[in-house]
C-alpha cells in the first residue's frame, strides 16, 4: 500500500507542475487520505481522516482539493446510492458494487468485463479510454442482517 501512496505522490507532483499548482502539504494528504481508503470516502470521511494529521485543514480546503485531485486525473468521482460525492483513489482497472442498502461501495475486478467488446454506438459517441460497471445490489452483509432479523 505504501508504495501505491509513494506513486500517487509522485504523480501529484507531476499533475501540479504540468498545470502550474504548488504541491502543497494539504494536497499530499488528502490524496493519500483517498489512496489508503478502500471505503470510497466522501468529502466528510476525507476530512476526518486527514485531520488526524492536520487539526486546522478545513472542509472547503478538502472539498477543493478533491475537485483538483478529480480534475487532473488522480483519483475518480464514484456514484453511490447517496447523494454525497464518494471517491476512489484505486487507479487499477475495478468495477464497482453499490449496496442500496448501506451505500457501501466494493471493488471488483473482472478479466471477462475488461475483454468485453464495446457496442458499436460507444463508437459513434467518441473514444473510450476506461471502463467501469457498477452493479447495484444488496451486499452479503445486509442480506445476512435481513436473514437473521427474519428468522
Given at each position: 500500500?505504501?508504495?501505491?501512496?509513494?506513486?500517487?505522490?509522485?504523480?501529484?507532483?507531476?499533475?501540479?507542475?504540468?498545470?502550474?499548482?504548488?504541491?502543497?502539504?494539504?494536497?499530499?494528504?488528502?490524496?493519500?487520505?483517498?489512496?489508503?481508503?478502500?471505503?470510497?470516502p466522501?468529502?466528510?470521511?476525507?476530512?476526518?481522516?486527514?485531520?488526524?494529521?492536520?487539526?486546522?485543514?478545513?472542509?472547503?480546503?478538502?472539498?477543493?482539493?478533491?475537485?483538483?485531485?478529480?480534475?487532473?486525473?488522480?483519483?475518480?468521482?464514484?456514484?453511490?446510492?447517496?447523494?454525497?460525492?464518494?471517491?476512489?483513489g484505486?487507479?487499477?482497472?475495478?468495477?464497482?458494487?453499490?449496496?442500496?442498502?448501506?451505500?457501501?461501495?466494493?471493488?471488483?475486478?473482472?478479466?471477462?468485463?475488461?475483454?468485453?467488446?464495446?457496442?458499436?454506438?460507444?463508437?459513434?459517441?467518441?473514444?473510450?479510454?476506461?471502463?467501469?460497471?457498477?452493479?447495484?445490489g444488496?451486499?452479503?452483509?445486509?442480506?445476512?442482517?435481513?436473514?437473521?432479523?427474519?428468522?
Amino acid at each position: 500500500m505504501e508504495h501505491d501512496v509513494c506513486e500517487r505522490l509522485s504523480a501529484l507532483a507531476g499533475a501540479c507542475k504540468e498545470v502550474g499548482a504548488r504541491v502543497t502539504q494539504q494536497r499530499r494528504e488528502v490524496l493519500r487520505a483517498v489512496v489508503e481508503s478502500d471505503r470510497h470516502p466522501d468529502a466528510q470521511a476525507v476530512l476526518h481522516s486527514v485531520r488526524e494529521r492536520m487539526p486546522t485543514i478545513s472542509f472547503d480546503t478538502v472539498y477543493r482539493t478533491l475537485a483538483f485531485l478529480q480534475e487532473n486525473g488522480l483519483i475518480r468521482r464514484v456514484q453511490g446510492t447517496a447523494e454525497r460525492a464518494r471517491f476512489d483513489g484505486n487507479d487499477r482497472p475495478h468495477h464497482h458494487f453499490v449496496c442500496r442498502k448501506c451505500g457501501k461501495i466494493m471493488d471488483f475486478e473482472s478479466e471477462d468485463i475488461d475483454r468485453m467488446r464495446l457496442p458499436v454506438g460507444v463508437g459513434k459517441l467518441g473514444i473510450a479510454e476506461s471502463r467501469q460497471l457498477q452493479i447495484v445490489g444488496v451486499c452479503r452483509a445486509c442480506e445476512k442482517r435481513k436473514e437473521e432479523s427474519d428468522g
